[in-house]
């Protein structure tokens, strides 16, 4: 028999889709990705983008507290056991995707630690392949696989993530090592723009890095930029490296000058954001849903989660370039399993 939903994804919008569809007794089967080292090297690994951070400040209904008693009773020991310490001081990225996980798991969703690699929405059911090559027919599909933050590829990049490295300054902006200290932001888009702007908020300055001698941002999003008085642009330069420590973490950046290699300039920061773009991952799905310019999934019904293939609906940040928030994917995941499950009931699943 075909499964009824089948959610791709382990981010916040699959686990709210999972939990949501679990409650509604359609038992979900949830693909929540392979741990493989392809995945570690782009950021893909199962839990999403959130399990990359530290700690989560603006999740609704985590104030800051020690949850280590919460944590050790809710989660399953097989997968506390390898948890890293918890910190005494609100919850985690990666805490909060365990207990999302382990709360979609109660409710009886299935899960499988594995990448899907092939769909087919020709024809219903459709054909869900993963990477152990084993088909499954679904009768819906929620697709919930996140884009994945654009990084520069440097060595020192991957070092420091989680130690002033971070690709949403709305996110980890706030966090007291970025308090009053000189930052370092990288892109000249749109992006960019609105995430330096945003860091004047705790930063004492911020360098905006540019590889060319204007931005490629709205003139409107630039000439923001460029007002702030806290926001220092550093024209035609790149990256050359993240500098840091082991116990501190990011302590700077050394730039180098695109118009003379040999030219280099060493900045003070306590950290680093890259802000040039995100990639949805959506290679799996082979060109059968519709996205829009940017490579996001689009959603086909106004304020609704459907695709252009009837029976598949989207959630979370591979259909978002707008927000990327947790808690807009997790909303989303929710929107999503009740498209699916409405559907359902619909086309006489039910």
């Not at 310490?85 to 999302?100: C, K, N, T, W």
């Not at 490295?165 to 000249?188: E, H, I, K, W």
């Not at 931005?215 to 007002?227: C, G, Q, T």
């Not at 306590?270 to 689009?298: S, W």
């Amino acid at each position: 028999m075909p499964e009824k939903v089948v959610v791709i994804g382990s981010g916040p919008a699959g686990w709210a889709a999972c939990i949501y569809t679990s409650r509604a007794n359609l038992e979900p089967l949830c693909f929540e990705g392979a741990v493989t080292e392809e995945n570690r090297l782009q950021g893909t690994l199962p839990l999403g983008q959130l399990a990359l951070t530290t700690e989560v400040e603006n999740y609704p209904g985590f104030p800051n507290g020690n949850l280590n008693a919460y944590l050790d009773d809710s989660i399953d020991e097989s997968k506390r056991k390898y948890m890293a310490p918890h910190l005494g001081e609100g919850v985690s990225g990666p805490e909060l995707m365990e207990l999302m996980r382990q709360q979609a798991i109660n409710f009886g969703t299935k899960v499988v630690t594995d990448d899907i690699v092939d769909v087919d929405f020709s024809s219903h059911p459709f054909k869900i392949t993963p990477a152990n090559g084993e088909t499954v027919e679904a009768l819906t599909v929620i697709i919930a696989t996140g884009a994945r933050a654009n990084y520069l590829g440097l060595d020192s990049e991957e070092r420091f993530k989680n130690m002033g490295v971070s690709a949403c300054a709305v996110c980890d902006g706030a966090m007291p090592r970025f308090r009053n200290q000189p930052l370092v932001v990288v892109g000249g888009g749109d992006s960019a723009m609105e995430e330096g702007t945003f860091l004047t908020k705790f930063a004492s300055k911020v360098y905006l890095v540019h590889r060319r001698d204007e931005f490629r941002a709205s003139k409107i999003m630039a000439d923001r930029a460029l007002a702030n008085e806290k926001i220092e642009v550093k024209w035609n330069s790149v990256i050359d490296e993240v500098l840091g420590d082991d116990e501190k973490g990011v302590t700077g950046v050394r730039i180098r000058s695109t118009l003379d290699e040999n030219q280099t300039e060493e900045l003070d920061a306590t950290g680093y954001f890259a802000a040039i773009g995100h990639t949805p991952n959506i290679n799996f799905l082979k060109g059968q849903i519709e996205t829009n310019d940017k490579g996001y999934i689009q959603w086909k019904v106004p304020f609704r989660t459907n695709t252009n293939v009837d029976g598949v609906f989207a959630a979370g940040d591979v259909a978002d370039d707008h927000y990327k928030q947790a808690i807009t994917a997790a909303g989303s995941g929710c929107m999503a399993a009740l498209d699916a499950e409405r559907w359902l009931v619909d086309k006489g699943f039910d």
